[in-house]
């Protein structure tokens, strides 16, 4: 592919990767003045093929998971809480493996209802974003998605949301690992699991309690649903500390270096 590079600091064109096409310039100018330039029916005939080659590889390789009855599996519970709170929802996440399951398996119905801090990798970002999102869009509500690990990063922000009444609902999809990283060992560093056992834990009930919210724990889908609408009621700051499966892994994924053409389709022992 050939790559048109904008960036407004010409240091920054061809930093990382070279550009064939570099233009130093403000975004929303540069795309102002490119956006004439741009064929309509060149425009629409690309898109539509694209969609149509969209459809394909769905066809071909739907996303899927195994659910179980012993185990409550993310997708399941990502699923569920879509049918429950749908487009009276926003979506905020952290950064992990509940990141990419809130991406693949909760139907997004609007723009902007899903707010994450993507390729930054930015922890703890969850929690804040929620905030926001509730203060600007209070009919709304406003559920974070995280896990074990980023819950922590900021979690103490949980007293302003009680203290300015706040109710966001938080999603912790607990499986007492960094879980993403632990999927990379697992797959590229033969099991060698070097500081992602997060087992040892805070009991989160106590801690949201402790902030003045209301907690629950969850281990099966009764509970989880139970939980969902109890929290929804409440309008306190809540927390569903929702016990998965701890080895699942998230799929498809790309290895680090690879090309599209290199995914991970799934993962065999």
């Excluded at 990502?78 to 926003?90: F, H, Q, R």
């Excluded at 969850?126 to 690990?149: R, V």
Aim: charged share 20%; net charge negative.
């Amino acid at each position: 592919a050939q790559i048109i590079h904008i960036d407004i600091d010409p240091s920054s064109i061809s930093k990382i990767v070279d550009a064939n096409f570099p233009i130093v310039g403000d975004i929303s100018s540069v795309l102002e003045e490119l956006l004439p330039l741009l064929r309509e029916d060149y425009t629409t005939q690309n898109i539509l093929a694209w969609r149509e080659r969209l459809v394909q590889y769905n066809k071909l390789h739907p996303l899927n998971y195994q659910d179980s009855t012993a185990q409550l599996k993310p997708q399941w519970v990502i699923e569920k809480l879509g049918d429950i709170v749908g487009e009276n929802a926003l979506i905020s996440t952290d950064v992990g493996q509940h990141q990419m399951w809130a991406a693949q398996f909760y139907p997004f119905s609007f723009p902007r209802q899903f707010i994450s801090s993507g390729g930054l990798g930015t922890m703890g970002f969850g929690l804040p974003a929620a905030m926001g999102a509730k203060c600007a869009f209070p009919e709304k509500i406003s559920i974070n998605i995280s896990g074990d690990g980023s819950i922590l990063m900021n979690i103490q922000e949980l007293m302003t949301c009680a203290a300015y009444g706040i109710p966001v609902i938080n999603i912790v999809l607990n499986n007492n690992y960094l879980g993403m990283v632990r999927q990379w060992q697992t797959f590229f560093y033969d099991k060698h699991y070097s500081e992602t056992d997060l087992e040892k834990q805070p009991d989160f009930v106590k801690l949201v309690e402790s902030f003045g919210g209301v907690g629950y724990v969850c281990q099966t889908k009764e509970e989880f649903i139970v939980a969902l609408n109890n929290a929804i009621n409440s309008q306190k700051p809540a927390l569903l500390d929702v016990r998965i499966d701890r080895m699942e892994n998230v799929l498809p994924m790309v290895p680090t270096g690879g090309a599209l053409f290199n995914m991970m389709l799934d993962y065999k022992e």
